[in-house]
């Protein structure tokens, strides 16, 4: 279905800042959104084009686009960049993926090759499922299952009575005001059709297409994305380089921006 | 105030307050940790210090903390009334709300992050409670949506296939008439027949209106001034006349300008308001009806001398199914004064009840002309 040009990128609340020629690209992962690469992205705002955006049902997007059927599939949000990207007319650009985006990120250069020609992954995870045949993913079925439990219960920590006051009420967007937690709202359904989606996907098969130029990125510790399955991702990418970041945690962006900033612009 | 109170003791405020505080390293490791949660979590306080804040966590919260809690309190430095479940030694999870700041040095660089949490069983079974409430009332509300379209689909089907084999009894009534000989004790079997006949239709007329407007936007009237209004009112009088011969009607027809309105609509509109006076009036007082045309208004009025129609009645008396205690109803399903109302909303009308000792009237007012083009 074509889309206008305003409607893609306020769908995903696109933001377009920089000087450059050539665009940087950076996607939010599962849990939160575009706020969390704000410490990185602005070190390349000399340098690049540096485009921001919130998948849809996240963050500031268009909640109105979301259906459970539509994003059922990671494909389905690749499909989305690959609009932000037609509509910017990207080419050759550098697409930088927190998480589950890192794999996102991987479905959008099979799906247009031209589109970008480097590809970050910060905290990858193919597969977060440990697998008979011998992967370790980092977790068990019955854990991953204890996460989509609490995400019911819990809805990503918000005690659950409050959680549906941010979209449950469309005709009263005050409520949205009063949220204690300004960033990284998500509705809680779509935080459980998210979760699902992240932790029980499986793409350790499109590692191996992957054509374009890779940089894993690993933190320490990262108790979501474990050493042994940045490793796995490195060795599988036909076309990348691993870079273990002396970050711990699963979110280095936040954490320790300046030696991400480093990795990357070493790295491009 | 004779004592004096004794002094706090802000060590043992820290390990005995009835919160639990802990503060960890950037890095995720428990520094420091209060008695009070130690005590929750059926551990040590030095067996905790060192340990990573994951190791009393639920798989979810640690989940859920790397991915949500943790950019959140980098982002804006604080996170607020978040649920988070705690592990204890035995593997009992603990519901808590917790509460979390980072603590920053002068250059702005984080130090460690301190979290104040409170037990919160009983408020998240509550919450729990809620949302479970909340999902079973969407769930029967959706049931209930599409158990009454399904209903009212199965009426008009139902409506309308029964108009045929009314027909074909109002046509065998016809023929018979017609073409057999009848003592006077069959000719009044045959006039009883058609009083039934005529009956039924109605109601099934009545229930396909009911159906029609519950399934979508309301009555559909055709309205036009083409012809005049008077021969279709001088008609239903006279019907209603044939039913309820015992009943007297006191008609005033003064309608001088042309009425721009759906004629047989406005006669349903008529013959359902008199039917209505039969049922309730006074059977040895006469009913009375009078249309007229004013400048630019058109008012239809029927009056009768019945018991006037208690206050909470008056309320219902437009809606649905709605009949009047305490008489039988010789009309069936109370749906004559919802269709009447329903007729006079689609004429950009009113209708009107107004109930006295003296009499009960119901005035129908609706302008004249087509106000759409004004």
């Known amino acids: 279905m074509p889309r206008s040009e305003t409607s893609v990128l306020r769908r995903n609340n696109v933001n377009v800042t920089g000087a450059g020629t050539r665009a940087m690209v950076f996607a939010h992962g599962f849990g939160c959104d575009q706020a969390m690469w704000q410490p990185v992205a602005r070190n390349f705002e000399r340098d690049f084009r540096v485009v921001l955006f919130d998948y849809v049902g996240h963050g500031q997007s268009d909640l109105g686009a979301y259906s459970s059927e539509r994003y059922s599939t990671l494909g389905a949000y690749a499909d989305d960049v690959v609009e932000i990207g037609q509509t910017l007319g990207l080419r050759n650009a550098v ?165 991400i900033t480093t990795a990357i612009r070493e790295f491009v | 105030m004779s004592e004096q109170s004794p002094a706090e003791d802000l060590e043992d405020l820290y390990e005995t307050a009835p919160c639990g505080y802990l503060s960890a390293s950037p890095e995720g490791k428990i520094v420091k940790i209060n008695r009070t949660l130690a005590d929750w979590l059926r551990r040590s306080q030095d067996d905790l210090v060192g340990k990573p804040i994951h190791d009393i966590l639920s798989i979810g919260g640690r989940i859920a903390v790397e991915t949500h809690l943790a950019p959140l309190l980098r982002i804006q430095g604080y996170v607020n009334e978040i649920a988070v479940d705690l592990l204890a030694t035995d593997g009992e999870k603990i519901p808590t709300i917790a509460n979390a700041a980072e603590k920053r040095d002068e250059d702005g660089s984080h130090v460690f992050t301190r979290l104040t949490l409170f037990k919160a069983i009983d408020r998240r079974n509550y919450e729990r409670g809620l949302v479970h409430a909340r999902t079973q ?210 004429h950009d009308g009113t209708l009107e009840v107004d109930s006295t000792d003296r009499e009960t009237r119901f005035t129908f007012r609706m302008p004249t002309e087509d106000r759409s083009f004004a």
Not at chain 1, 182 to 208: G, K, M, V, W, Y
Not at chain 2, 244 to 257: F, G, L, Q, T, V
Not at chain 2, 302 to 319: C, K, M, W, Y
Request: with cysteine; charged share 25%.
């Open chain 2, 137 to 346: 009332a969407e769930i029967e509300s959706k049931a209930q949506r599409e158990s009454a379209v399904v209903r009212e689909q199965f009426i008009a089907v139902l409506g309308h296939d029964l108009r045929n084999p009314m027909a074909a009894i109002a046509a065998g009534i016809r023929l018979l008439r017609n073409r057999e000989k009848f003592g006077p004790q069959g000719h009044h079997i045959l006039s009883e027949m058609d009083n039934s006949v005529a009956r039924a239709s109605g109601l099934i007329d009545d229930v396909l209106d009911l159906a029609r407007g519950s399934l979508g936007g309301g009555l559909v009237v055709d309205r036009n001034s083409e012809a005049p209004l008077t021969p279709v009112l001088e008609q239903v009088i006279a019907e209603i006349r044939a039913i309820a011969p015992e009943n007297s009607i006191e008609k005033r027809i003064e309608i001088d300008e042309p009425i721009y309105c759906d004629r047989g609509r406005l006669g349903q509109l008529a013959s359902n308001l008199l039917s209505n006076a039969v049922t309730h009036g006074a059977p040895d007082r006469p009913i009375g009806f009078e249309a007229v045309s004013g400048p630019g208004l058109f008012t239809l009025s029927v009056s009768n001398e019945g018991d006037p129609i208690p206050e909470d009645a008056r309320t219902h008396l437009f809606q649905p199914f709605f009949r009047g205690e305490g008489r039988p109803s010789r009309n069936g399903l109370g749906l004559g004064l919802f269709i009447a109302y329903e007729i006079a909303k689609a």
């Open chain 1, 95 to 259: 697409f930088v993926g927190h998480s589950v985006s890192a794999m996102i990120g991987a479905l959008a250069t099979l799906r247009a090759p031209e589109m970008f020609s480097d590809l970050v992954m910060v905290g990858p995870s193919p597969r977060y499922i440990d697998d008979d045949d011998g992967y370790r993913g980092g977790f068990s079925r019955a854990q991953i299952d204890e996460l989509l439990e609490f995400l019911e219960d819990n809805h990503l920590g918000w005690s659950a009575a409050m959680a549906p006051a941010i979209m449950g009420n469309p005709g009263r967007p005050e409520l949205s005001g009063r949220l204690e937690n300004s960033f990284c709202n998500t509705d809680p359904q779509i935080a459980r059709d998210f979760a699902r989606l992240t932790f029980l996907s499986d793409n350790r098969d499109d590692l191996e297409l992957i054509r374009v130029r890779t940089l894993v990125l690993q933190c320490s510790q990262d108790i979501i994305a474990p050493v042994e399955v940045g490793e796995f991702t490195h060795g599988r990418l036909p076309n990348s380089e691993y870079r273990l970041l002396r970050a711990t945690g699963h979110c280095p962006n936040l954490s320790a921006p300046e030696e």
